[in-house]
């Protein structure tokens, strides 16, 4: 018996999931949902997939699923996950978890009363030289992690014309440093306690869309360790980094680097400088490779196989507690406490 895979939301990530789905033996996309007739019906033609509905609850309730995808824009992510989850379905959400911690921890206790499988899709923890600094720490080599950096940069194509619907509201930090939040969260495994942010408004406010051209954020960990984390996406569209990517995780007994802004390639061609992508998401013959597939296909091995997910609602919550102090830190232009009760 195939394995029933519903997807909320069928823009860039929806698609490329449900493309990965569908290559995972014994599973099947069998419906989508959209608020856009438009997007799911282009996205129901490419996955060749007869069910679409533009609101997900019809297809909640008529659709026989076992686990559900939902890769909405993140600021609607709560509902259909927790309708989703207490309709009975397991559920891949793309990340951030949530945008607000207080919806976060709605979800986090829907998980619990539910038992349903939950999982958010960081999915750099399933690319090899992350997974390696966590290995070194639990290893002892770096002794205990105290302080970390993290830059992840993008160019201005990326909220003008990538995510031109909903980039304005959003922000650099919510779309590129959630994932390294993420990683340094699992690196430390310590609570958030305090967040400082600063962040400017100029170039893409200029053009009409209000949100942060570029943020740094000072994270502070309940025993003391701090981690700085920078985002910007407002680099020229020559940069050929999408994006220009470092870690920097400093020990008591050693300090590591991670430089991933090339992904090994420097491609000089004849009308541009380019580092093609390859480590997230790639097609290799009939295969896609990468850390969002192997995010997907460990996500389903966990329902398959009833274990604990990787990324679980406990650790989604802690990054987005992160994430949403950054935001209000960013208005006060205070730092802002974390409480976090889990």
């Given at each position: ?7 909320i ?6 698609k ?20 856009s ?5 282009e ?19 008529k659709?026989?699923?076992?686990a ?5 824009p ?11 989850l ?8 793309e ?12 979800i ?13 899709n ?15 720490i639990?290893?002892?080599q ?17 909220p003008?014309?990538m ?16 994932h390294d ?7 430390f495994?310590a ?16 053009i ?6 570029g ?20 680099y ?11 870690m ?11 430089n ?6 420097d ?9 093609p992508?390859?480590f ?8 896609w ?8 296909r ?23 507690a992160i994430?949403?102090?950054i ?16």
């Amino acid at each position: 018996m195939s394995f029933k895979f519903g997807i909320i939301g069928t823009g860039i990530m929806g698609k490329a999931g449900g493309r990965i789905l569908q290559l995972i033996d014994d599973v099947e996309v069998t419906a989508l949902a959209d608020i856009s007739d438009a997007m799911v019906k282009e996205a129901a033609s490419e996955l060749k997939v007869n069910a679409t509905y533009t609101n997900y609850q019809d297809m909640l309730e008529k659709e026989n699923l076992d686990a559900v995808y939902v890769a909405t824009p993140d600021q609607y992510h709560r509902d259909p996950v927790i309708n989703s989850l207490n309709s009975g379905c397991h559920v891949l959400v793309e990340k951030p978890m949530t945008t607000k911690q207080e919806d976060a921890e709605d979800i986090y206790e829907i998980v619990q009363k539910t038992g349903k499988k939950f999982q958010v899709n960081f999915n750099h923890r399933w690319l090899a030289p992350y997974h390696k600094i966590r290995s070194m720490i639990d290893d002892g080599q770096l002794g205990e992690p105290i302080i970390g950096f993290a830059r992840k940069n993008n160019p201005i194509c990326v909220p003008t014309d990538m995510l031109a619907s909903w980039a304005k509201d959003s922000s650099p930090a919510w779309f590129m440093n959630s994932h390294d939040i993420d990683l340094m969260v699992w690196w430390f495994d310590a609570n958030p306690v305090e967040v400082y942010s600063k962040g400017i408004k100029r170039v893409l406010k200029s053009i009409g869309m209000n949100t942060y051209d570029g943020i740094q954020s000072l994270v502070t960990f309940e025993d003391g360790q701090f981690a700085t984390f920078e985002s910007a996406w407002i680099y020229p569209n020559s940069s050929p980094y999408m994006p220009d990517s470092f870690m920097e995780v400093i020990g008591t007994k050693g300090t590591t680097h991670i430089n991933r802004k090339d992904e090994a390639i420097d491609a000089i061609l004849e009308e541009k400088f380019a580092c093609p992508r390859t480590f997230l998401n790639y097609k290799v013959f009939d295969e896609w490779v990468g850390a969002m597939p192997s995010s997907v296909r460990s996500f389903v091995n966990s329902c398959k196989n009833d274990v604990e997910t990787v990324v679980n609602a406990k650790e989604g919550l802690r990054s987005t507690a992160i994430l949403d102090a950054i935001h209000r830190s960013l208005e006060s232009g205070k730092p802002e406490k974390i409480t976090l009760n889990i």
